[in-house]
């Protein structure tokens, strides 16, 4: 048994300063005070002047560590060990438009499990973000892989063979259809890289689509007489927003009213990090592209974003500057809030007993110093 205590704990609930909370066989045992008793056999991790939080779950991530997924789906466990170090203990790995061989090569990929040894965090299954994309707001993506849904297309996806969402156009022929299907079996849809009116986006949402992608990206701009999917998302109660939110992406302003108007339960962080992320200043993989940092930005040759390059941890930090929110606020956007979306919110995304035992130790300014994964130490800065 390991006890984590004297942190100050963040739950969407409550915040406990001078905690105690008792981990066994990967999952959370007891949560009280750092005045209970302790079992005998337990291990301390003395965590004072530290805050505790659920470990984070980022559901857009392309690769990381100079290494990207539709390039090569097998980095996915390569990429996942190295996560931990900013917090992230689960995630999505997104596979973007490419030919339907590459997710099937993920799905196996995944079903394959980890290799012998290995730490990380784990891959909750895929985030395919196309091919069923508007050509028109392709971002990134090759429109040589373009394509319209189809029944067949869709043949071998669902949360049992490994694929959790799906970005799609809606305005697309057969999407609704293809919504539909997808969420009977229980793959979260969103709406995104689309040229969808208002209604359109709408008619997505009441198909079943759950979610908006990069909200503001690859989609038209918000229009007073034309408001299309942004404020189609924004006004359907039943739809959870992702934002990337480094102040690039979406400016700060933006970032900080969406905060106001839709707040933790329907606002959802995802870094959309791509090969550069760990890395330097350079030349990396986005799929098919050639893309180039500098500085905080990735993009290809004409100037068009290509994902991002801060990890999820440091978006955290610069959304509380932009947001005014605390902490405490804030972490169900990378915690709760997805973990709920993806249907997982019995086992993720709390710190509370029966819980797994995925958390994460953070210093007063939300720097990562130690992450949990199942209860074990896969990161110490």
Known sequence: MLAIRHA??????????????LIEDGRIAAVGAAGDALPPSATVRDAAGLLLAPGFIDLQVNGGFGLDFTADPATIWDVAAGLPRFGVTSFLPTIITSPLSTPRQAQRVLAGGPPAGWRGAHPLGLHLEGPFLNPGKK???????????????????????????????????????????????GVVVSAGHSLATFDEAAAGFDSGARYATHLFNAMPTLHHREPGLI????????V??????????VHPALVGLLWRWLGPDRLNIVTDAMAALGMGPGQYLLGDYRVTVEGDAARLDDGTLAGCVLSLDAMLR????????????????????????????????????????????????????????????????
């Open 240 to 249: 959870t927003v992702g934002l990337v939110a480094d102040g690039l992406h």
């Open 318 to 381: 610069a959304f509380l500057g932009f947001s005014g929110a605390t902490a405490a606020e804030a972490l169900p956007t990378v915690t709760t809030t997805p973990a709920r979306l993806l249907g997982l919110g019995d086992r993720l995304g709390r710190i509370a007993p029966g819980y797994d035992a995925d958390l994460v130790l953070l210093s007063p300014d939300l720097r990562v110093v130690e992450t949990f994964v199942g209860g074990e130490s896969v990161y110490r800065g």
């Open 231 to 238: 404020a189609a998302a924004l006004a359907d109660p039943r």
């Open 8 to 21: 100050t704990l963040l739950t969407p609930a409550t915040t406990i300063e001078d905690s105690l909370v």
């Open 139 to 185: 971002g990134a993506h090759n429109p040589a892989y373009l394509r319209q849904p189809s029944a067949a297309d869709l043949n071998d996806w669902s949360p049992a063979t490994g694929v959790r969402l799906v970005t799609l156009a809606p305005e697309l022929t057969w999407a609704r259809q293809a919504i539909a299907e997808l969420a009977r079996r």
